[in-house]
């Protein structure tokens, strides 16, 4: 190994840290934009199962009627 002298300046150094910093907040600002999207989004989809759900059971619910009318008017 050989023992070589960095001659960076430490203002440059830490110029470039900040830098890094600051593209990675950036990046994660834009994953929280993200998720908080997907949080909305998930909120809606469920309210929209929530309804399929509510029709679903109108649905077998007349159809459980029709059965025991047809039931009944058969015997």
Not at 26 to 55: A, S
Not at 62 to 74: A, E
């Amino acid at each position: 190994m050989s023992n070589e002298t960095v001659t960076y300046s430490l203002e440059a150094v830490l110029t470039r840290i900040e830098g890094k910093i600051d593209k990675i907040d950036e990046r994660l600002t834009k994953v929280e934009i993200g998720l908080t999207d997907l949080k909305g989004d998930i909120k809606v989809l469920d309210e929209k199962i929530e309804g399929i759900d509510n029709r679903l059971k109108s649905v077998e619910g007349t159809q459980k009627n029709q059965v025991w009318t047809l039931i009944i008017l058969l015997g």
